[in-house]
């Protein structure tokens, strides 16, 4: 296989997808995606976003994976851009309207990726160890479900270099925690530790160790592949889009959402596998074609 190629295993088995910054498994519906630079900290660079990429495109076509979890190696999650490519790769030009103007389309296309964590068919859990920082922070606020280990820390590290974070952080985080609270993070570059991020709901539970926290992700990434693929998702398009919009047409929106996907067959098999104590039988999400890949 070559570096970014995604291979899926049958549901008992176990298949690793070799890249420069992740590695990738997918067994028994749990895709498991990795960050793999602990010797630089898991920084974002352009191969992180490239890779980030096609891996969530994919997974979100291929339909077999029920849920995505991420987790990182190492003494921390990540800790953020890598800021040495904003003297490398990428130019960053403010001597003029067209530079600039080019800096708004090379976020849009940034934020473009950590969007497909919002928007991928299956819930996202992140198992975050150690600094969760600058754009970690913007990643890990695009997934459903954190969970972290006691010595985790979130940092809105852009203001300490002088900038304004742009990839989602600031446009998330009000929405999981208070307002006052982002503001004093996105103005001080404070860390916010695992303890206060627990309090204010940030993160859904808090591990001793890093092998806890992964144990734990995986419990409820299981729990979450138990249930019928197309519950999950309408239930993830339902939460969402109630949070951007009124519950009157949220409501709406839940009503034509039900319609669609109403499954009689999946809920006589929920029920009676709850009441034979097994696992139940679902059919999985149908897998996406895309006009750009069809013909020749």
Not at 95 to 118: C, H, N, V, W, Y
Not at 191 to 211: K, S
Not at 235 to 262: C, E, N, P
Request: glycine share 8%; net charge negative.
């Amino acid at each position: 296989m070559h570096a970014g190629h995604l291979h899926y295993s049958s549901p008992m088995n176990t298949a690793t997808t070799p890249m420069s910054c992740f590695t990738l498994t997918v067994s028994d519906h749990i895709a498991h995606l990795v960050l793999n630079r602990p010797e630089a900290m898991n920084t974002m660079h352009p191969t992180f976003w490239r890779e980030l990429d096609e891996v969530l495109t994919r997974l979100h076509h291929r339909g077999e994976a029920r849920v995505l979890l991420i987790s990182s190696t190492g003494k921390h999650f990540s800790a953020g851009m890598a800021l040495e490519t904003f003297g490398g790769e990428i130019a960053m030009d403010d001597q003029s309207p067209e530079g600039r103007a080019a800096i708004f389309d090379m976020l849009a296309d940034m934020q473009a990726t950590f969007t497909k964590l919002e928007s991928l068919r299956v819930p996202v859990i992140a198992a975050i160890q150690g600094g969760c920082i600058g754009g970690a922070v913007d990643m890990v606020t695009a997934c459903c479900l954190r969970y972290a280990t006691a010595d985790a820390f979130f940092c809105i590290q852009e203001i300490n270099i002088g900038m304004v974070a742009d990839v989602g952080t600031l446009q998330r985080l009000p929405k999981l925690i208070p307002l006052a609270v982002v503001k004093e993070l996105a103005y001080t570059g404070r860390r916010l530790g695992a303890a206060q991020a627990l309090g204010y709901g940030l993160v859904n539970q808090v591990f001793d160790t890093p092998e806890a926290l992964l144990a734990g992700a995986l419990q409820c990434a299981k729990e979450i592949a138990a249930k019928p693929p197309v519950a999950i998702w309408g239930t993830k398009q339902a939460i969402h889009y109630a949070r951007d919009h009124s519950v009157d047409d949220a409501l709406k929106q839940m009503g034509w959402l039900q319609g669609a996907i109403w499954s009689n067959t999946h809920v006589r098999e929920a029920v009676t596998a709850m009441k034979e104590k097994r696992s139940g039988h679902f059919t999985p999400l149908s897998p996406l074609q895309s006009f750009r890949e069809l013909g020749s």
